[in-house]
Nanobody
């Protein structure tokens, strides 16, 4: 079992950047497909980005493509989400999640993920 803790959220002006980090304990994150999701008030949890294990394939929601980048740091056992050109509509609680899938496999549905962090708030002021 793996425990996940997100950090790096905060308040930023539109057009600014934030870097979220998801730190793991219990098992190496390199063993998992990792995803970032977000949930705005009154809305369902939505897919943001994912990275597969072994071959590090990535996939992004259309709304963040070209602005966000997901990456792994296996030495630090973290998965990061670099968020640039932030928009007001990016405001949400951001969660990282893990699932044990095959090499190169990506999942975009939150229902497929087994382990979740507690979330970190990102607020973008317009």
């Amino acid at each position: 079992q793996v425990q996940l803790v997100e950090s790096g959220g905060g308040l930023v002006q539109a057009g600014g950047s934030l870097r979220l980090s998801c730190a793991a304990s219990g098992r190496p994150l390199s063993s998992y497909t990792m995803g970032w999701f977000r949930q705005a008030p009154g809305k369902e949890r939505a897919f943001v980005a994912a990275i597969s294990k072994t071959v590090d394939r990535t996939y992004y929601a259309d709304s963040v493509k070209g602005r966000f980048a997901i990456s792994r740091d296996n030495a630090k056992n973290t998965v990061n989400l670099q968020m640039n050109s932030l928009k007001f509509e990016d405001t949400a609680v951001y969660f990282c999640a893990a699932v044990n899938r095959g090499a190169g496999v990506l999942d975009v549905s939150p229902d497929r993920y087994d382990y979740w962090g507690q979330g970190t708030q990102v607020t973008v002021s317009s």
